[in-house]
């Protein structure tokens, strides 16, 4: 009888490792943003993360049931890391239909269509956040101020800039960083590195994203070189320009502890799907990454670029895979 193999969607590692494990040791990982973010957001937060979670978890089994007609895996994780990455994409005020469709996308078109987890070339949560901010420009770019979930209750959501809009609203017009910098609705230093400032639930704190990174790499769910590689590129880039004219350029841990830079670098970034097998790929990923985000803050259209800069450099990895295999087990090393 001919043997039958069967090839299943990347990624192939050999290990103790199965796809349930790593996709909950990434929750796991982003407990302590979920809860900051609930924190300073309410009960918004927990409404947004809840409608992105169950509406990603239903259409997977809808369409594996009713339209692939395959077996259902929501139980592997996958797609409730992929609701808590949405999630975090977005303003904790944002419509739940809106939050839908963003689901309907994430899961259907950029997961489903290409058939599934381990074959999608862009990551899912990042495809769906892109096309909720161009089909809905005004909803994904009115951001909350923080309301803590004990605080007394208002009636109406207060909305403010977030820090990266400030700087580019005040660069446009002319104004130097000290005077942005001293403008009333800038969040101080402290309130920027704790998450206490408007934005998206992911903009929150970047003590909260690092420590479920280090977790990550300490379980060795992810590689430290595309994170690394990221944030050391975004800080020199933007600090070159800083010495070259400080007036006009912010110095560079603005740019690391405003925006979603950590969590695309950490959480978004690394997803091994979309991402290169290499340790040589991964520095040529992230260092593309990070290029494409400091150049689209500085001189883009938008305050911020990493979603895009992950979203372009995913487009990619097919061929620094290609230019940067590695060795062959059993081939020896041409002596130059």
Known sequence: MMNQFTISGSPHVHGEESVSKVMYTVVLALVPAVLVSSYFFGLDAVRVLLIAVLSCLFFEWAIQ??????????????????????????????????????????????????????????NPALVGRVFMLISFPVQMTSWPVA????????????????????????????????????????????????????????????????????????????????????????????????LIDPTYYIDPTFHLFTGGLMLGAIYMATDMVSSPMTITGKWIYGIGIGLITI?????????????????????????????FKPRRFGVKAVSK
């Open 65 to 122: 049931k009713y339209i692939i007609k395959g077996p259902i895996t929501i139980t592997d994780g996958s797609a409730v890391v992929a609701g808590l990455l949405l999630a975090f994409n977005v303003p904790a005020n944002l419509p739940w239909w809106i939050l839908v469709i963003g689901a309907l996308v994430t899961i259907g078109i950029a997961k489903m269509s290409f058939g599934g987890l381990g074959k999608n070339p862009f």
């Open 295 to 323: 150049i689209i803050r500085l001189w883009g259209a938008y305050p911020e670029g990493i979603s895009f800069a992950i979203l372009i450099m995913n487009a990619f990895v097919p061929l620094i895979n290609n230019s």
């Open 147 to 242: 309301k803590p979930l004990f605080a007394d209750a208002v009636t109406d959501a207060v909305t403010g800039p977030t820090a990266l809009g400030l700087l580019k609203e005040g660069i446009d017009a002319g104004k130097t960083v000290e005077q942005i910098l001293s403008d009333p609705n800038m969040p101080a230093y402290l309130d920027r590195l704790t998450g206490n400032m408007s934005g998206s639930l992911g903009e929150m704190s970047a003590i909260a994203l690092l420590l479920g990174g280090l977790f990550m790499i300490w379980r060795k769910v992810i590689d430290w070189q595309v994170p690394f590689s990221i944030i050391f590129t975004v800080f020199a880039f933007a600090g070159i320009f800083h």
